[in-house]
Each structure stands twice: as C-alpha cells, then as structure tokens.
C-alpha cells in the first residue's frame, strides 16, 4: 500500500528529543531490578543509560553512534515494557492476595 500526501498526517522527526519521562522510567527500572529482583545493574544496562544521553549529540546523524543510541532506547524500552507488566501482574496478585484474607 503506498501513502499520499494526504494521508499523511505527522511524522516526528525526533522521537526521543524529549525524553525525561522515559528516563525517569528507566531509573524506576533500574531501581526496581536492584532493590525487588536483587540483580546487580552491570555491563549493557550501564552502556544502554550511557548511549542514551548521546542522543541529541548525535541527532541527525547516519553513524555507529546514533545506531548504538537508537538500540539503546529500544532494549531499555524493552525493560520498561517487562517492567510494566510484571508490576500489573504482581499488583493484582497483592490484591487478590488481600482481598482473601478479609474474607
């Protein structure tokens, strides 16, 4: 299928120029793998944080730096998402958890 001018509406250019909700998140992340799971934050998650301040230092550009800051916010997105969903998941168990007792 082939687009118009028409049907296109916005396309950002600069996903993540602003992006300290999703740094906050990967703090939360971090913080959450240290303190609940007991994983020790070593080796790609530290270079992860570190490619992702790189970002708007290398905005714009087609080279190895901008391809290590882009995986970046995708495998760290990819933590986030885990994240997210494990904390759905143990919530609800807290409260059914809960809730059964009371009963």
Not at 43 to 65: A, P, S, V
Not at 88 to 103: F, L, T, V, Y
Request: aromatic share 14%.
């Amino acid at each position: 299928m082939i687009l118009s001018n028409a049907e296109i509406k916005y396309i950002n250019t600069a996903p993540y120029s602003d992006n300290t909700t999703f740094k906050k998140q990967i703090e939360e992340c971090c913080l959450w793998l240290q303190s609940e799971l007991g994983i020790p934050l070593r080796g790609r998650i530290q270079e992860y944080q570190k490619h992702i301040k790189w970002y708007e230092k290398n905005r714009g550009n087609f080279n190895d730096d901008m391809y290590y800051c882009l995986q970046s916010f995708f495998e760290m997105n990819q933590i986030v998402e885990v994240h997210k969903y494990l904390s759905d998941i143990s919530g609800s168990s807290i409260q059914r958890q809960n809730s059964q007792k009371w009963r």
